[in-house]
């Protein structure tokens, strides 16, 4: 008699519950981007598109811009392969880009405007890229436009102003304020428009879909070193809008979602940008967000959807426009992912959602660049306390012994991996890191290692628990897990925001020492709220790892995607010890 040989979670894929029969079946279409999103949009070209400063462009002028665009990059030498840089922020002219490229089977690689020239250049360089696109608001620009390096590597630059799609009114104010156009235009520094007329009247064909084939590429963070390329695929950004058209929520062509965060950032090209044009939706760009202001674009807009980090959510819960008992019955999908949440940030974010009228709970995600963003997400309110959801559809997510491809059992405690269509080709000439991510396990498959540990539970949920690289090692060896402790902190009800950060054991030789750091919501006497805090820990913690001290600070830093900046509060706490000790000697 065959042994019963048992299913691993990867291959029982409880989570395919949570689908409809119709989902199970659905297939990734062998199609480029731009083919995808005129496909889907074919029936919907009256339709609002893009929402910039109430500017309101349909999706059949929105495809015409991108068909003209695409005329215009072929007349300045742009071909199949080529890579086209951009140092922007998100604004209508960078949508048409990344559509207009991939129709001729190129690809746009897209910097955060505060890159120096010299990483403007190198990049580049590491591309072979000959055409660099600038949005004149990026505070390089100037820099841009004189760099020695950057001249030797572009052909050609095309200036974009972040007013050329505002409102004429919106438009015509600002020119009254006349801003000084400093900008050397001339044969090799082109205007927006005079690079669009290159492509007026003019048709090009489009470029047949292959499969792994480039499509875009953003930067990770480079938290953990020097930024790297990220290169997506055509079926990575589709597989992204597929996973939510099937994911069982209501989509309408009236609804809206409100893009915040910049195409720079893979969340942002990826499933800020083109998921929501492919599922036919009024996507409202705000090319320059304010958290502090997160309350008066939710009050403007009345978005659906919308994708932030924890920190706006908290900043929303605490505006002035929320005081007034302002209802947010019109959100369908809150998404939240980017960052970890504490078991006492979740119950409070939620229970105001929850007052306000919402529809669901927040729709916690998790995903990283190298999968072309979201991997998992809680949708239509199968919401479990603490997890970031269950794979999406395309997606195929497994809990892996660390180091190794041993996939453990169901609730067993691990490395998150992640396979499927939406993986990277890799890091742009980048192997050895690549190597460092990507594994091909003794099957055959993919999987991207994602370096966090956490579980799965036999319905499919996902719990994070921790960072390998963010983990604490104490000088004993013993592991600490900041998540568990911030989860801890986060119940309090005066604890705004907290993060627990490893810094030098300065009583021992090797080996670090965990630190809590604490933002507060309140004037309470701060020694009693340090050792309710303490009293917290002391029931709920091992002993030997709760932080010897607790640092009260005025604000929490960030990082220019809204996550908490871990790096920033440990260096900065190490440098202010340094200097007590050498005054000391």
């Known amino acids: 008699m065959t042994e019963n040989i048992r299913m691993k979670p990867s291959e029982q894929k409880p989570w395919l519950q949570f689908f409809s029969e119709e989902a199970k079946q659905v297939e990734l279409p062998k199609e480029s ?78 910097l955060d405007p505060r ?43 095309v200036v974009y102003s972040i007013r050329n799609s505002m409102p004429g009114g919106l438009m015509k104010f600002l020119a009254g304020l006349k801003f000084p156009d400093r900008t050397p235009y001339d044969d090799h520094v082109l205007r927006w428009s005079t690079f669009m007329d290159l492509g007026k009247g003019v048709d090009v064909p489009t470029v047949d879909y292959c499969e792994f084939e480039l499509a875009g590429i953003a930067l990770t963070g480079g938290t953990t070193g020097a930024p790297k390329g990220v290169m997506f695929t055509n079926d990575g950004f589709n597989a992204v809008a597929l996973d939510f058209e099937y994911c069982g929520v209501e989509y309408d062509h009236t609804h809206r ?8 950032a893979s969340y942002g090209m990826v499933a800020s940008l083109h998921m929501p044009l492919s599922l036919g939706l009024e996507m409202i760009i705000i090319p320059k967000f304010d958290s502090d202001s997160v309350g008066k674009y939710i009050k403007q807009y009345r978005p659906q959807h919308t994708l932030m980090v924890p920190a706006h959510y908290e900043k929303l819960m605490n505006s002035k426009e929320m005081k007034d008992g302002f209802m947010l019955d019109f959100f369908v999908t809150a ?122 539970d036999e319905d499919g949920f996902i719990y994070i628990k921790g960072r390998i690289k963010r983990m604490i090692v104490m000088h004993n060896g013993h592991k600490v897990f900041p998540a568990h402790i911030e989860s801890v902190l986060g119940k309090h009800k005066d604890v705004l925001s907290c993060a627990v950060v490893g810094v030098k054991d300065r009583a021992h030789a090797q080996g670090q020492k965990s630190l809590a750091f604490v933002q507060l919501k309140t004037d309470r006497v701060k020694d009693e709220i340090l050792a309710e805090l303490k009293e917290l820990m002391n029931g709920e913690i091992e002993a030997s790892v709760i932080p010897d001290t607790i640092e009260i600070i005025p604000d929490m830093p960030h990082t220019g995607m809204g996550k908490i900046d871990y790096r920033k509060l440990a260096k900065d706490y190490d440098a202010k010890l340094d200097e007590v000790a050498a005054a000391a000697q």
């Not at 660099?132 to 950057?150: C, F, G, H, M, T």
């Not at 979602?257 to 720079?264: D, K, L, V």
């Not at 000439?429 to 956490?454: C, K, L, M, Q, Y």
Request: net charge negative; aromatic share 8%.
């Open 33 to 110: 981007i731009y083919q995808h999103l005129v496909k889907v949009n074919q029936n919907n070209l009256d339709s609002i598109a893009i929402n910039y400063f109430q500017n309101q462009i349909p999706y059949g002028k929105l495809i015409e811009d991108i068909d003209q665009c695409a005329a215009a990059f072929a007349a300045l030498g742009v071909k199949k392969g080529d890579i086209v840089t951009f140092s922007s922020i998100t604004v209508p002219e960078l949508v048409v880009s990344l559509y207009a490229l991939n129709k001729l089977g190129a690809a746009a690689m897209v």
């Open 115 to 157: 890159n120096t020239a010299g990483t403007v250049a190198n990049f580049m360089k590491n591309a072979n890229s000959r055409l660099l696109l600038i949005l004149d608001a990026a505070p390089n620009i100037k820099s841009l436009l004189l760099s020695k390096e950057v001249h030797a590597q572009a052909e050609f630059m």
């Open 335 to 456: 998404g939240s992912g980017g960052d970890t949440m504490n078991a006492g940030l979740e119950a409070k974010l939620n229970g105001f959602l929850k007052e306000r009228g919402a529809m669901f709970p927040l729709s916690q995600g998790y995903g990283m660049s190298e999968v072309s963003s979201a991997a998992c997400c809680s949708c239509n309110g199968n919401f479990r306390s603490l997890s970031v959801g269950y794979p999406l559809l395309m997606n195929t997510m497994g809990i892996f012994k660390p180091g190794t491809t041993e996939e453990l059992g169901y609730n067993e405690e691990g490395e998150i991996c992640i396979s499927g269509p939406g993986l990277m080709l890799g890091y742009l000439n980048n192997p050895a890191e690549t190597d460092n991510v990507i594994f091909t396990h003794p099957d055959g498959t993919r999987w991207v290692h994602s370096g966090d540990i956490g579980t799965m």
């Open 257 to 264: 979602f409100m893009n915040i965060i910049p195409a720079f």
